[in-house]
């Protein structure tokens, strides 16, 4: 696609930043925030946790269960999603799809799974199903579908071309090359990938008990309905510590298969080359010896190593969940009549409410997004390590962030919730902390990836470190803070939109009541205003991605 004229393209982006900057000051006034419930927030949820604290450790029992629940749902759940998105993504893909038609359908059915949250797909399944974990394992492999199949059609769609051209000028089938070429140039992103998702799927999964679709987030919302705030704080501190060592696990798992290298000088460095370069003399011997099979290398035992633990871990949760694989099949009508008794929507009965609930879920999400974004700035700086010389310091900045994003963005809006009342300004405050931690580590990533010729050429005419900042380092990572920020903007008000189910404000608040009273037409109703906020967003992300990129 070719890029618009200069002067289109700047004008294009100040009409943007206008709207942007107009559509937050609308919020902050729409949901009457200030300075004083600002920081009285953060004030109010210290003095819950104090209150809290020491926790409570005796449901330990429930809580593990409930735990353990919560990561078996996760691991079927994305285990489902990989299998629906494999196909799909070969069909959805410019280069393997086998006409517009299929083309168009796959596009629209990744599209559709990724603009409807999990936490509603959750909340329409234990509708249909009944409370349980099968109704969190249906939400999470549709909603994952959206990022999966996404994520695979792109690796797809980049995939060589030379290879696959290659084995069909010696007459090979259309589909037999694409598994001959593609596919194994794809595998690694496809792994990396799939762990990403199951990282994600563990934190959400962690909240869709509030909905009674299973796992710990039932047992975090029965203790504080009852007030007992350290049982809360124990199932919450759990939660965490699963969370965050799920995330460093499967980070290193990701920086090994796909080729991210997390090493730094130093000793992990020089392991990292000494394997490449022993992986490297198998190769060259395999293709000296015409060996029929390629060689173990590192990278092929750990793809082995993880294929037989995932497939253990899979029969565990299967048989240790209880979930009745072939019986589930036949829900599946159930799940259908329950989809088709939202239409016609109902946009009547809510009136008002709808819309009001509507510009709560804008609201919330642009304020989120733009107090996430002032206080990622300076942490994002903080964390990268070409910016700080320090070790400590981005150590230790790295370090905080990953604690605060082992909380799922839901768990700490309960918190905020108990400890302000119910209203949008407590679910606001919850995505400001989300949103922070979430994109000073993209922001952290932005600057490190900046050339270092730019700032050695300012560095050597005499300017200070500030200077070189604003001048080599913020110019090049500018384009990526914007796409951040609209991405940011895109998650928040997907996350906005569900907020009101645990009292946080939104739109979330008439999806739950319709829910309790089967107003299932008014729940239809909500869910396509849901899907088409998210999907314009997505268009008017996608769009100033283009023009900045």
Do not use: C
């Not at 298969?257 to 080359?273: C, N």
């Not at 409410?353 to 942490?379: K, M, N, Q, V, Y």
């Amino acid at each position: 696609m070719p890029k618009p004229p200069r002067r289109w393209q700047t004008f294009a982006l100040l009409i943007i930043f206008v709207s942007y900057v107009a559509a937050t000051v609308w919020s902050w006034t729409f949901i009457d925030m200030t300075l004083t419930t600002l920081f009285g927030g953060f004030s109010d949820l210290w003095n819950l946790i104090t209150y809290m604290l020491p926790p409570n450790f005796d449901n330990l029992p429930t809580v593990i269960e409930a735990t353990i629940e919560t990561v078996w749902m996760a691991l079927i759940g994305t285990f489902v999603s990989v299998l629906l998105s494999v196909p799909l993504a070969f069909l959805a893909a410019r280069n393997t799809t086998p006409n517009s038609v299929v083309f168009a359908i796959g596009r629209a059915i990744i599209t559709l799974a990724r603009a409807i949250p999990t936490l509603v797909l959750a909340a329409v399944f234990t509708l249909a199903l009944g409370i349980g974990p099968l109704a969190g394992i249906l939400a999470l492999a549709l909603h994952s579908i959206g990022m999966i199949g996404k994520l695979f059609t792109e690796a797809v769609e980049n995939s060589e071309e030379y290879s696959r051209e290659a084995v069909l000028s010696t007459g090979g089938g259309k589909w037999k090359t694409v598994v001959a070429t593609i596919v194994p140039q794809v595998t690694p992103a496809f792994i990396g990938t799939a762990l990403y998702r199951l990282d994600i799927n563990l934190r959400e999964s962690a909240v869709l008990g509030f909905v009674g679709a299973g796992g710990v987030g039932f047992v975090i919302q029965t203790e504080l309905r009852g007030l007992d705030y350290q049982r809360a704080i124990s199932a919450v501190s759990v939660i965490f510590v699963v969370i965050t060592i799920i995330e460093i696990v499967s980070t290193r798992l990701r920086a090994s298969i796909i080729g991210d290298s997390l090493a730094k000088p130093g000793r992990v460095t020089e392991r990292s080359k000494k394997r490449e370069a022993k992986d490297q003399r198998m190769i060259i011997d395999a293709v000296t010896t015409r060996q029929l099979t390629p060689p173990m290398t590192y990278e092929r035992k750990l793809r082995a190593m993880m294929g037989i633990t995932f497939l253990v871990l899979l029969v565990t949760a299967i048989i240790t969940i209880e979930m009745p694989v072939i019986s589930s099949f036949g829900l599946l009508d159930d799940v259908w009549r329950s989809i088709l008794r939202l239409f016609p929507p109902d946009f009547e009965t809510a009136g008002a409410d709808l819309w009001r609930g509507i510009a709560e879920t804008l609201a919330i999400g642009f304020i989120a997004t733009t107090l996430g974004l002032l206080i990622s700035l300076p942490l994002g700086i903080l964390s990268a390590r070409n910016i700080m010389a320090k070790k400590f310091v981005y150590s230790t900045t790295r370090l905080f962030m990953l604690g605060l994003r082992g909380l799922p963005e839901l768990v700490v809006a309960v918190l905020f919730v108990s400890a302000m009342g119910l209203g949008p300004v407590p679910g606001t405050l919850a995505l400001t902390v989300g949103t922070a931690t979430f994109m000073a580590k993209l922001i952290g990533d932005a600057l490190e990836e900046v050339s270092s010729a730019p700032r050695e050429a300012v560095f050597a005419t005499g300017a200070s470190g500030i200077q070189e900042f604003f001048s080599a380092v913020l110019p090049q990572a500018l384009p990526n803070l914007v796409s951040q920020t609209l991405y940011m903007l895109d998650v928040n008000l997907r996350s906005s939109t569900v907020l009101g189910i645990i009292g946080g404000g939104g739109i979330g608040f008439l999806l739950l009541s319709a829910l309790r009273v089967l107003e299932e037409q008014t729940v239809g109703a909500i869910i396509i205003v849901i899907f088409v906020i998210v999907y314009a967003i997505e268009l008017l992300g996608s769009f100033v991605r283009w023009i900045v990129e």
